[in-house]
């Protein structure tokens, strides 16, 4: 049962660009939601979190947007650099309980020149 | 400072065989997580230790075990390896176990 989905395995974007991850999840009980961006090799890197108590974030480049009644989240990168190309997943937790995370399967993102 | 570290980076291991892995938090934190990443999946939480307890454990067998440290290292402990035990072991730690996770860059462990 996967209750966070990245329905989307891939994207492409040029260089300067918007890029845009989606992520659906089904447990309404989650509230709190994180972005990770993983190079190979290495392990995820945070990038960028949400509360349930907001629907937008912005660090940067980086903003997640969080529509609770659809259960959807987005993450949008403005504008894109060739060095964003990684894969990136979306996590969930429970309230208070940021101890286990449920991640997706990831959307492996290539930025071209 | 120093990020999570983990140990060894790859691993070749045979079915029935028995393994560990080490992870050393980042300083100051004193929560440690495992999750497993098999090829095509994404990351699935197996254990939260947190000052020396087990706090939480994903849907693994028991044959998944593992322990924290008084200085909060942890180990990860697998017992009569399977072949669909060949995965990437992450480790993460964080202040609490309701702060942002930080992850190592995992152990690839392979099965044959």
């Known amino acids: 049962d996967q209750q966070v989905k990245q329905n989307s395995p891939s994207l492409s974007v040029q260089e300067g660009r918007i890029s845009i991850l989606n992520c659906d999840y089904t447990?309404?009980?989650?509230?709190?939601f994180l972005w990770y961006k993983k190079y190979p090799a290495e392990g995820p890197t945070f990038l960028i979190s949400?509360?349930?108590?907001?629907d937008k974030n912005e660090d940067g480049r980086f903003t997640v947007f969080l529509n609770k009644s659809a259960k959807h989240l987005s993450l949008h990168i403005v504008p894109s650099q060739p060095g964003d190309s990684a894969v990136y997943f979306c996590a969930a937790s429970r309230a208070g309980t940021a101890s286990k995370l449920t991640f997706g399967t990831g959307t492996r993102l290539q930025v071209m020149l | 400072e120093a990020g999570v570290t983990q140990s060894p980076t790859h691993l070749i291991k045979t079915r029935g065989q028995q393994v560990t892995l080490r992870c050393s938090p980042i300083s100051g934190h004193t929560s440690v997580y495992w999750y497993q990443q098999a090829l095509g999946l994404g990351l699935q939480f197996l254990l939260w230790y947190d000052e020396g307890e087990e706090r939480n454990r994903g849907n693994f067998p028991p044959r998944f075990s593992g322990r924290q440290f008084p200085n909060y290292s942890s180990e990860l402990n697998v017992n009569a390896l399977e072949l669909e035990d060949s995965a990437l072991y992450l480790c993460a730690s964080s202040l609490g176990g309701t702060d942002t996770q930080y992850f190592g860059p995992g152990t690839r462990l392979t099965v044959l």
């Open positions: 949400i509360s349930s108590i907001k």
């Open positions: 447990n309404s009980m989650f509230d709190y």
